[in-house]
């Protein structure tokens, strides 16, 4: 969902940057943008490809229905392309273009039908699936003959469980991993890719989708069988859309339908995943720097560094024949100088794109970054910060590499700008640890002069004379009956029973502290989401709404008074409405002393002591919990089983006022707009 | 003792020497860095090669003999007077330069250069009989097309187009004695001319060098009068609108294409290019098959018709050349251009010619919205455009046939017209340096919004003079953000300082004691609803089909907002109340947006004002502020210019565009100061460094001195990287090192641009200079000189 929300951001950011009014200069077709996870959005970057070239034939040769697109060490691109002659017979065949020297070869001609993937080897070989032909091939290089042989196919299994004869078997896309074992995705096989050792035989699936864990999944796996949740809710797992392999042999697969990428361990776990992706992905790549490609359906281009963070989203939809943007995209490839070639099946065309001065910088960094080299990584990351300020992961690598090199003070500082919560913690205990060590004196002094006090007021009660003047403000402020009412609310705080008695019976509370007290609350919150170290704290301020804040506190408060009064009204609850809005002011004490002090000792903790944090507020909550029954059940003058199904029917009720008002809004809005084109037609019309 | 004292020295030496190892090492890693940084070029060279050879740079013209022999021999027509009277192509106009042939049956002409004895014709030369049916031939001959609706069924998919000659139903001599076999293609049977009954009418009289003709298109009711007069440059076409008349009910006109054919090409015979004048300024080569077609609207969409073309043409001309440095002409629409589109069709399935010409329109199509999803039908409005229609087809010859002469002589009709004059900033010799300066932003807080402050007055102060001391006098100082609106869709901005009006006075004393000018960023075009400006209610204008002018965006935030375009009328008002206030705080003007291009039509009321009526107005808000900045301004607003800011290196790179040359600069070039956009931003280095001297661009950075992560939560997050710190030395060493080619050039025009080789260029000016710049990975030598790669050289 929230992936779902980021997509609507970029989608409706990129009709904003080709709607508003020009100040940037993108000197390229589209805009390039970054994810800035500090602020848990995207952001304009320097464009990090130019468009280089469009060709619609590579030497002689022209693109008929480009499918797939590989590259060796050599910078020789392998595309797999078919010519369809008549509606059930196609020509395919790989064609082998070298961009340096414009020479082109066509393999497998006359042999392959619908070559639909292409991948070369980590033995430099070349493997083949073919849709039509239902078979995947390997082909090698015969140099006696100057010609590709096909050496192994691979074909559907026979005698094998996971294949019955009725089983459709269409090789889509392939890979092979350092040991040339071969994968082979099959279009519309939900169980994974086809695995087959080098010489042809098949050893069973891997990688294949599971069933999202949803409470609505949950549930019918509770009561149904698997053919039932197959047949009556479709409960398969997708199958994947393709499929790509890293330098270290690890499988990457992505799926139509799932947003980004999978990459998959040799014991077929998900061994990282990329944190934000397009969800209609049709080819995925690995780089040089081992950072990853994906092209998807609209034509957008997202980099990711190998951890799955996004670098780069770029290019896009092509509707007025533009360089560098995609009408239908099906393939997409990398050689060894970060250059992108992707194919267009629409168009019949290869497109090159080279990366830009800013993209160069970013690989450098990357790569350094990857083999541990954090220190040396700090320079390219500091040119890449100078370039954009808002690139978080630079802030992330600078800070890494002050971390790395013991400047902790500044690691803490690149960490808090790249809001990265770990390595903040981290930093900040070293941090702490060198200042709780150079201030071990005062501490040990501080311990004394308190040992000391403690032992002399044992001898004189020194807290009487401390406590003088506050006693006196104590009973001067007990005249005035606001203060004797507000301070009523420690005494609730310890006798809840009584004191909750007190509230209903003996007036011990008003409406007007009832509401200083919802108000301290709003005020605790807001301190809370405001001050809080930010380890703690998911909020960024400037993205606080302070209106939505304000509907966050007091509509659930509204309602809630307001419910649990009519429904005691009707189930002999003795409470009146003052009562019900009294009291439950009242019970929000323990989080008004909770919160401030929540915020307080944020600003003194790592992860390490994370406990210490979520203890104090769980404390809060549960206590203000347990009051709420007590409350209800003292103004109501329940007993403890109806008080619980009190409280289960006031917060069913509160649901249904909301409910309701919506459907109310709902209709007279509709009921509004009706009215409003009714004029405006009469109007056009008339 | 003495030996113990001994070893701790060498083991104080031992350790002394590691560590300078060390440090030393550790230090030539960091050079190492900096001498590996990639840049742009940085690639395969064959892919370096590839790069230049794309549309992002000019290319070398075209070298193979064969072609231009061929197009030579085959495709350059010298048709007598008597051969083209023949297919009724009449000598009507003469004066020392040219003769101008008309064809009354297809509103068709023929323009001899009397110089070059080039022919130019309107009508499509080289016709084979293979190029299709009856009814593209007879569009291939005529000289107008219209477009127009039945009233009864407004539809944009149901346009109907008719040229002259499908209009009489023309058909052709198979045989005629008469005609030149070569000519047989193009005359006209008048027995099969209209011949059932009349439906095209065309009068034409002579007076006044002026060819004066009438249309009457009676199957549709259609009349209007065209006049073609000859000039010393080629000829004027003119079309009064109030000659528009549409006598049939059922009926309306939309477009008048004039002249389509006119310098079209057959596939790719003729060695030459189309100039488009989209962004900076583009070419397209005429040697390939594109199949594609090209369509835009000259300043701009019309946000009140709900247009969609990508292109921004700023310059309202095209040109045709054919062969480079032989024959060329452009046209420049002087009255009208605002409702005309500049139309292309490439070779491809569909025709065996390349054409551009412009295409007039009298009225568009809108779609009426009557339901609040957007629901609605296409409509027209009964009245027509208010502007005539006045093209000027100028016609060049030899050194001056190509898109620099263009260039220029799209230039010196702007001098002539009193639009362009003499006004480089040239304080010190130098070239002048753009600074705009982040003074604050808003950002959301607990109540309300919280004021960011990035730059203040002192510290512009501060910046500016370190700029002098490193020898940068001639700067120009804008500032964003002055306003207590805040910055990014804030505007317009009310005229509340965010600091003190004292401390931009002082400032602004500062640099006028420097001769140097100083402006505040201004948009009277563009409101948001986060604007504190502008009232939804009074201030935002309605489109034609009465829905207000208010799109939907959700910022960065995700909270959403929306871009309201503001009435003409309130732009004015507001101009006019600021302009009292400029003078108190001492700056120049106001750096100006939005009112630049895209003029709209609206709706106010019942009455209905075009895109003339607020282009008026926009050029009345620049008389009334007399000399801004402007962004990326329009022909329109050259006039009111004093500077021009943010000129973009780019254009709409359609896959058939071949070459982006620089129209815009030669055209500024030795009368106004042009900027380039922020360098900030550049991703691809040293590249768009030698972009600008070649363009004779001036630089420009966009600065703040605090940093600029503090911009992170704010709508300026866009700005992503603009710390004084981090620009500093780049802005110092970037200005010195295109001042230095470009200081020589100050208040010259670019009178020649040639490529000598892939990637080197040589700029000629005015004064004789001469920059070549190698934009290559290797080295360069010209007349005695070496030229590094991705460098330049001066010629004295």
Request: glycine share 8%; aromatic share 14%; hydrophobic share 30%.
């Given at each position: 969902m929230r992936k779902l929300k980021y997509t609507l951001i970029l989608i409706l950011l990129l009709s904003l940057t080709i709607l508003?009014?020009?100040?940037?200069?993108?000197?390229?077709?589209y805009p390039t943008y970054t994810y800035n996870p500090s602020r848990g959005g995207f952001v304009l970057t320097q464009?990090?490809?130019?468009?280089?070239s469009i060709q619609y034939s590579l030497g002689n040769l022209e693109l008929y229905n480009p499918q797939d697109i590989s590259i060796d060490q050599e910078n020789n691109i392998y595309i797999a392309d078919f010519n369809k002659v008549s509606a059930n017979s196609s020509l395919g065949y790989i064609i082998k273009y070298n961009l340096e020297t414009n020479d082109v070869i066509k393999i497998g001609e006359n042999f392959l039908?619908?070559?639909?993937g292409v991948h070369i080897g980590f033995d430099g070989n070349l493997y083949v699936a073919d849709n039509k032909k239902k078979e995947a091939y390997k082909y090698i290089y015969d140099s006696l003959l100057d010609e590709y042989i096909v050496e192994v196919t691979y074909k559907k299994?026979?005698?094998?469980?996971?294949?019955?004869?009725t089983d459709v078997f269409e090789p889509y896309k392939i890979t092979s991993d350092q040991g040339n074992v071969v994968y082979i995705m099959l279009a519309?096989?939900?169980?994974?890719l086809g695995k087959y050792e080098n010489n042809g035989t098949f050893t069973g699936f891997f990688g294949g989708n599971q069933i999202p864990k949803t409470f609505n999944n949950m549930v019918r796996s509770l009561f149904f069988n698997e053919k039932q949740r197959r047949e009556w809710f479709k409960m398969i797992p997708s199958p994947l859309s393709n499929v790509s392999i890293d330098h270290n042999g690890l499988i990457l697969t992505t799926t139509i339908g799932q947003s980004g990428y999978l990459k998959l361990n040799i014991a077929n776990h998900v061994y990282s995943e990329s944190s934000f992706g397009f969800d209609d992905i049709v080819d995925i790549f690995v780089g040089p720097s081992e950072t990853i490609y994906t092209v998807s359906r609209k034509g957008m281009i997202t980099e990711y560094s190998?951890?799955?963070?996004?670098?780069f989203i770029f290019s896009g939809s092509d509707e007025?024949?533009?360089?560098?943007?995609?009408?239908?995209p099906t393939g997409i490839a990398v050689d060894r100088r970060n250059n992108i070639y992707v194919i267009d099946n629409k168009t019949n065309a290869l497109q090159v794109f080279i990366p830009t001065e800013f993209a160069n910088l970013v690989h450098d960094a990357i790569s350094l970054y990857q083999d541990g080299k954090y220190v040396e990584s700090l320079l390219p990351w500091q040119r890449v910060l100078k370039m954009n300020s808002m690139f978080d992961l630079a802030n992330k690598g600078i800070a890494d590499a002050y971390f790395a090199m013991g400047d902790y003070e500044n690691a803490l500082l690149s960490y808090e700008i790249a809001r990265d919560r770990e390595g903040y913690s981290d930093a900040f205990w070293e941090v702490r640890n060198v200042n709780l060590l150079s201030s071990g004196p005062i501490i040990i002094s501080v311990l004394i002069v308190l040992v000391l006090f403690t032992i002399i007021n044992s001898f004189v009660n020194l807290f009487k004379y401390i406590l003088w003047p506050i006693k006196k403000a104590d009973t001067f402020l007990n005249k005035f009956k606001l203060y004797q009412k507000l301070k009523y609310g420690f005494y609730v705080l310890r006798h809840p029973e009584d004191g909750f008695y007190g509230i209903k019976r003996?007036?011990?509370?008003s409406n007007l502290t009832a509401f200083i007290y919802i108000f301290l609350f709003f005020l605790a919150y807001i301190i809370w989401i405001y001050n809080t170290n930010f380890i703690f704290n998911f909020h960024i301020k400037a993205e606080i709404n302070f209106g939505q804040q304000i509907i966050f506190i007091f509509l659930p408060l509204a309602l809630w008074v307001i419910a649990n009064y009519l429904v005691c009204s009707i189930r002999?609850?003795?409470?009146k409405l003052t009562d019900v809005l009294q009291g439950t002011a009242y019970i929000l004490i323990p989080m008004i002393i909770v919160l401030p002090l929540l915020t307080i000792i944020s600003h003194y903790l790592t992860f390490n002591e994370a406990f210490v944090y979520d203890f104090i507020f769980w404390i809060g909550i549960v206590v203000t919990l347990v009051y709420i029954v007590i409350m209800v059940k003292e103004i109501h003058f329940y007993d403890v089983t109806p008080t619980i199904g009190n409280i289960l029917i006031t917060i069913f009720t509160a649901v249904m006022i909301l409910v309701f008002s919506s459907i109310i809004y709902l209709l007279l809005s509709e009921v509004i707009s009706l009215v409003e084109d009714i004029i405006r037609e009469v109007m056009i019309r008339g | 003792m003495v030996k113990i004292f001994k070893n701790i020295l060498i083991l104080l030496f031992l350790v002394l020497s590691i560590s300078v190892t060390y440090a030393f090492v550790n230090n030539s890693y960091d050079k190492n860095i900096e001498n590996q940084?990639?840049?742009?070029?940085?690639?395969?060279p064959y892919i370096a090669e590839q790069l230049l050879k794309s549309s992002r740079y000019t290319q070398e013209e075209e070298k193979d003999l064969d072609r231009i022999d061929n197009y030579l021999t085959n495709y350059v027509h010298n048709y007598s007077e008597e051969e083209l009277l023949s297919i009724d192509?009449?000598?009507v106009l003469e004066n020392e330069n040219f003769e101008l042939y008309f064809n009354n049956l297809s509103f068709s002409i023929m323009l001899r250069?009397?110089?070059?004895n080039y022919l130019w014709s309107s009508i499509n030369l080289?016709?084979?009989?293979?190029?299709?049916?009856r009814r593209n031939r007879n569009n291939g001959n005529s000289g107008l097309m219209i477009d127009f609706v039945r009233n009864a069924n407004v539809r944009s998919s149901d346009i109907s187009n008719e040229s002259i000659l499908t209009l009489a139903d023309a058909r052709y001599f198979?045989?005629?004695?008469?005609?030149i076999e070569e000519l047989l293609p193009y005359s006209i049977d008048k027995d099969h001319y209209?011949?059932?009954?009349?439906k095209v009418v065309i009068k034409a009289n002579v007076s006044n060098n002026t060819l004066k003709t009438s249309l009457d298109l009676k199957d549709y009711g259609f009349k209007f009068n065209v006049d073609i007069t000859l000039t010393n440059k080629g000829f004027d076409l003119f079309i009064d609108k109030d000659s528009i008349i549409e006598n049939d009910p059922r009926y309306s006109l939309l477009n008048i294409h004039i002249?389509?054919?006119?310098g079209a090409t057959r596939e790719d015979k003729v060695p030459g290019y189309f100039v488009i004048p989209d962004g900076i300024g583009a070419l397209v080569r005429l040697?390939?098959?594109?199949?594609q077609s090209f369509n835009a609207r000259y300043f701009g969409n019309d946000v009140g018709y709900n247009q969609n073309h990508?292109?921004?043409?700023?310059?309202?001309i095209f040109g045709v050349v054919h062969q480079n440095n032989q024959n060329a002409f452009y046209a420049e629409i002087k009255e009208g251009a605002e409702n005309t589109n500049l139309q292309a069709t490439f070779w491809g399935a569909n025709t065996k010619y390349n054409k551009i010409y412009p295409r007039y329109s009298i009225r568009n199509i809108y779609r009426t919205v009557i339901s609040k999803a957007g629901d609605g039908r296409d409509a027209i409005l009964e009245q027509i455009y208010t502007a005539n229609f006045d093209v000027s087809y100028n016609f060049l010859n030899n050194d001056d046939a190509n898109y620099v002469g263009i260039a220029r002589d799209y230039q010196e009709s702007l001098i002539n017209s009193e639009i362009?004059?003499?006004?480089e900033l040239k304080n010190n010799n130098q070239i002048p340096l753009l600074t705009s300066y982040i003074i604050s932003e808003q950002e959301n807080s607990f109540i309300g919004t919280n004021t960011i402050k990035m730059t203040n007055f002192e510290d512009i102060d501060d910046i500016y003079n370190n700029f002098k001391d490193n020898n940068i006098n001639n700067q120009v100082v804008n500032l964003y953000?002055?306003?207590?609106?805040?910055?990014?869709?804030?505007?317009?901005?009310?005229?509340?300082?965010?600091?003190s009006e004292k401390g931009i006075r002082n400032l602004s004393n500062i640099i006028h004691d420097d001769n140097n000018l100083i402006y505040l960023n201004q948009n009277y075009k563009i409101g948001t609803?986060?604007?504190?400006?502008?009232?939804?209610y009074n201030d935002v204008s309605y489109r034609i089909?009465?829905?207000?002018?208010s799109f939907e965006r959700k910022d960065i935030n995700d909270e959403k907002y929306n871009v309201f375009y503001i009435k003409p009328s309130t732009s004015l008002k507001m101009a006019i109340s600021d302009n009292k206030k400029l003078d108190k705080l001492l700056v120049d003007g106001l750096s100006l947006e939005?009112?630049?291009?895209?003029?709209f039509s609206f709706n106010s009321g019942n009455d209905y004002y075009d895109r003339t009526h607020t282009l008026n107005i926009y050029q009345e808000i620049g008389e009334t502020l007399t000399l801004s900045a402007l962004y990326n301004p329009s022909s329109y607003m050259f006039k009111y210019m004093n500077l021009y800011l943010n000129?973009?290196?780019?254009?709409?790179?359609?896959?058939?565009?071949t070459d982006l040359v620089p129209l815009v600069p030669i055209v500024l070039k030795g009368y106004t100061s042009y900027f380039s956009s922020y360098?900030?931003?550049?991703?691809?280095?040293k590249d768009k460094i030698l972009n600008l001297i070649d363009f004779g661009i001036n630089p420009s950075y966009v600065l703040t001195k605090?940093?600029?992560?503090?911009?992170?939560?704010?709508?300026?997050?866009?700005?992503?990287t603009t710390s004084i710190n981090d620009f500093n030395d780049d802005v110092i060493n970037n200005y010195t090192y295109i001042n230095n080619a470009l200081k020589h050039v100050?208040?010259?025009?670019?009178v020649n641009r040639e490529v000598?080789?892939?990637?080197i260029v040589l700029v000629t000016y005015s004064n004789n200079v001469k920059i070549l710049i190698n934009y290559s990975n290797n080295s360069y030598s010209y007349n005695g000189k070496v030229i590094l790669s991705q460098d330049y050289e001066v010629f004295l």
């Open positions: 508003t009014p020009v100040v940037f200069a993108y000197e390229v077709p464009d990090a490809y130019l468009p280089l039908n619908e070559p639909t299994p026979t005698n094998s469980p996971y294949f019955g004869e519309g096989n939900e169980n994974g190998p951890e799955g963070d996004v670098l007025f024949n533009q360089k560098g943007l995609f009408k239908e003996e007036n011990k509370s002999d609850g003795e409470g | 940084l990639p840049s742009i070029v940085d690639n395969y192509f009449i000598k250069n009397k110089v070059t080289n016709y084979e009989g293979t190029d299709g049916n198979t045989e005629n004695d008469n005609v209209d011949s059932k009954h009349h002249f389509p054919n006119l040697d390939k098959q594109y199949n990508i292109p921004e043409l700023s310059l309202p362009l004059f003499k006004n953000g002055w306003s207590k609106d805040g910055f990014v869709n804030k505007t317009p901005y009310r005229m509340n300082l965010v600091y609803s986060l604007s504190k400006r502008i009232n939804y089909s009465r829905v207000r002018m939005g009112i630049n291009h895209g003029p000129l973009e290196i780019s254009n709409s790179q359609f896959d058939y565009y360098l900030n931003f550049n991703s691809i280095g605090e940093d600029t992560y503090k911009l992170r939560f704010t709508l300026s997050n866009r700005y992503y100050l208040d010259a025009s670019i000598l080789d892939l990637g």
